[in-house]
Structure formats: C-alpha cells, structure tokens
C-alpha cells in the first residue's frame, strides 16, 4: 500500500513523457525540414541570396532551443535517478526514459545540423556579395 503512491507518480510521469515524446519527434521533423529548405536556398540561383541572418537572429534562436532540449534532457536523467534512488523499478517507465533520450538526443542533433547550415549559408551569402561588389 506504500507504494501505491509512488506506483501513480511513475504512471503519471509516464503519461507526461509521452506527451513529451510526441512533441518532440514534431519538433525533430520540424528542424528537419528547415534544414533542407536553407539547403534549397543555398542551391536555387533565384534564392541564393536570401535568407542573410546578419544579426544572428536565427542562430541565437536555434542555439536557444538546443540549449533547452539539453536542459530538458538533464531533468529527465534527475528524475530517472530520483526513482532508482527510491528503489522503484518499472519496465514502462524505463522504456519511455530510453524513448525520450533517444529522441532528445535526435533533436539536438538537428537543431546542431540547422546551425551548421545557416553559419555554411550565410558565409556563402556574405562571400557571393563580396563578389559581387569586387566586380
């Protein structure tokens, strides 16, 4: 019977890591495409010269969000420790830790992907430009 509130704390943590889970696979798609669509600028003559982030804004953003699914991913190993510090062991909630980390670390790895993309695109930009004015 002691345990019983435990038992709802892991289920209810179960449930939120789904929630989780489902909006960040959302969000790793997301960067996904944002990755191809800078990439199709950068090759698309019409569009080349698009898309300059000169104050850094959309680095600052994207570094912002990998900062944050970091974060995210360190409660999440607090939270994992907290129940075997307890002594509670649940197969579920092990395999939703697993899951999550998984698509956390995917998600970083993509936001880190979209930063490389807009520094190689905007470097791109910034020397077509020069060019440009030399000429």
Known sequence: ???????????????????????????????????????????????????????????NEMASTRDMLWGLRADCIDVERMFNQLGYRSHRLQQRQDTLMAVLDHC?????????VLAEHDAAVLQRLRAQRAA
Do not use: N
């Open 1 to 59: 019977m002691a345990a019983l509130p435990l038992c709802f704390l892991c289920w209810r943590h179960c449930r939120t890591l789904d929630g989780k889970i489902l909006r960040l696979r959302r969000i790793s798609q997301k960067l996904e495409r944002w990755q191809r669509a800078i990439r199709a600028y950068g090759l698309d003559p019409k569009t080349q010269m698009e898309m300059l982030d000169v104050d850094h804004a959309m680095r």
């Open 108 to 116: 970083c790895v993509a936001a880190s992907t979209v930063l490389a």
